[in-house]
């Protein structure tokens, strides 16, 4: 199975701040690896898919980059609505597998 | 308006079935492969299985290869996940998924809550 993992596991940021979030495979995937954000007690929702295509209704404050085992989620300006958890998934291969989740908080 | 509703979930005892099913509409649910993908309570995102747009194919993780069975109904617009021998690490909301074209992933029903436990 692909393994992926995410760093941080947690963050905390201001409103405004610049935030990355990295996804490492465990074996090169291509570009087969969507994000995903997930608030307390709601589904998650569709950020980005393969790799760097911005989903649609997702802001472009979002952004996604990389391909083979290195990726990475950025958010420009980090606004109130945008604390919550963020997942990454691969679909390159079965079983599906996702990152353990980088929870973002306030400051 | 595109809507995924889960139901079936409760409480069973280990060892016990259940029942999801999964109600769409909006969208051509023919036209999709369909997941489920699970969350156990305060912890990560579980890919469960999938199904072909026709029902040929399915794919399992191997945690409930064996035990759950995926299936889909698409003159009733309906996704199914039958789930036998329930453990306790079962215990998990469950999300009904589709994936659109090459899209995957996106879009989510509400989830259903199934609780393994005597």
């Known amino acids: 199975d692909i393994q992926l993992t995410q760093s941080p596991s947690s963050l905390s940021a201001s409103v405004g701040d610049r935030v990355i979030i990295t996804c490492r495979a465990s074996?090169?995937?291509?570009?087969?690896l969507a994000w995903f954000q997930q608030k307390p007690g709601k589904a998650p929702k569709s950020l980005i898919y393969?790799?760097?295509i911005l989903q649609s209704g997702v802001p472009s404050k979002f952004s996604g980059s990389g391909s083979g085992a290195d990726f990475t989620l950025t958010i420009s300006s980090l606004q109130p609505e945008d604390f919550a958890t963020y997942f990454c998934?691969?679909?390159?291969?079965?079983?599906?597998?996702f990152g353990q989740g980088t929870k973002v908080d306030i400051k | 308006e595109v809507q995924l509703v889960e139901s079936g979930g409760g409480l069973v005892q280990p060892g016990g079935s259940l029942r999801l099913s999964c109600a769409a509409s909006?969208?051509?649910?023919?036209?999709?492969?369909m997941n489920w993908v699970r969350q156990a309570p305060g912890k990560g995102l579980e890919w469960v299985a999938n199904?072909?747009?026709?029902?040929?194919?399915?794919n399992y993780v191997d945690s409930v290869e064996g035990r759950f069975t995926i299936s889909r109904d698409n003159a009733k617009n309906s996704l199914y996940l039958h789930m036998n021998n329930l453990r306790a690490e079962d215990t998990a909301v469950y999300y009904c998924?589709?994936?659109?074209?090459?899209?995957?992933?996106?879009?989510w029903g509400q989830g259903t809550l199934v609780t393994v436990s005597s």
């Open positions: 998924v589709r994936d659109y074209n090459v899209i995957p992933f996106d879009f």
């Open positions: 393969y790799a760097s």
């Open positions: 074996q090169g995937i291509g570009n087969y």
């Open positions: 998934q691969q679909y390159h291969s079965y079983p599906r597998t």
């Open positions: 199904i072909r747009q026709d029902g040929s194919e399915a």
């Open positions: 909006g969208f051509t649910l023919n036209s999709c492969w």
